[in-house]
T-cell receptor, first 111, second 117 residues
């Protein structure tokens, strides 16, 4: 089983729709969770951290389900500018070796 | 001001050559990282380094070596380049590793696109 798994997509979504995708992780001792966004040929940038109680930032909502070992990202009222690859990132708790990235979910918002 | 910068942005070189990629961060962070993003866009950690500790991903060939002249710099040196080394290499930094989600937030450089011919 891979350490961090995501559906690669692409998800083709009409502008204004709501879209959600999940990410599963293998290590139940994982401590920290993040969603990063990566635009084509650009560096990954932090979108939001994911807290145990869930958190919301504008149109974006992140949830953590420790029992089932997954995190989710919900985007409401999607904009064309939301088109990007969304990377699930987990600190697997295995030591000081950086974060583990999923392969990303490619999202395309269509006009 | 660029928080994490890398040079060069593009690097095209012949197989067998030795090359270096430089990374600098002006965030005052304690930990820096190198990641490799392959053609399938999979981002994988290569090294993490702070003042005390270098952690090497065991899958990284020893042709790759990080060099840190000071806390703000972590350069990546690659010996005897191979075709399979072609990828985008990202440098990143974080405040302190492994203490809290906030402090672990990593800031990435713009990437260095390496093409080995």
């Amino acid at each position: 089983r891979k350490e961090v798994e995501q559906d690669p997509g692409p998800f083709n979504v009409p502008e204004g729709a709501t879209v959600a995708f999940n990410c599963t992780y293998s290590n139940s001792a994982s401590q920290s969770f993040f969603w990063y966004r990566q635009d084509c040929r650009k560096e990954p940038k932090l979108l939001m951290s994911v807290y145990s109680s869930g958190n919301e930032d504008g149109r974006f909502t992140a949830q953590l389900n420790r029992a089932s070992q997954y995190i989710s990202l919900l985007i409401r009222d999607s904009k064309l500018s939301d088109s990007a690859t969304y990377l699930c990132v987990v600190d697997l708790g295995g030591g000081a070796d950086g974060l583990t990235f999923g392969k990303g979910t490619h999202l395309i918002i269509q006009p | 001001d660029t928080a994490v910068s890398q040079t060069p942005k593009y690097l095209v070189t012949q197989m067998g050559n030795d090359k270096s990629i430089k990374c600098e961060q002006n965030l005052g962070h304690d930990t820096m990282y190198w990641y490799k993003q392959d053609s399938k866009k999979f981002l994988k950690i290569m090294f993490s380094y702070n003042n005390k500790e270098l952690i090497i991903n065991e899958t990284v060939p020893n042709r790759f070596s990080p060099k840190s002249p000071d806390k703000a710099h972590l350069n990546l040196h690659i010996n005897s380049l191979e075709l399979g080394d072609s990828a985008v290499y990202f440098c990143a930094s974080s405040q302190v590793h492994g203490t809290s989600a906030f402090q672990e937030t990593q800031y990435f450089g713009p990437g260095t696109r390496l093409l080995v011919l």
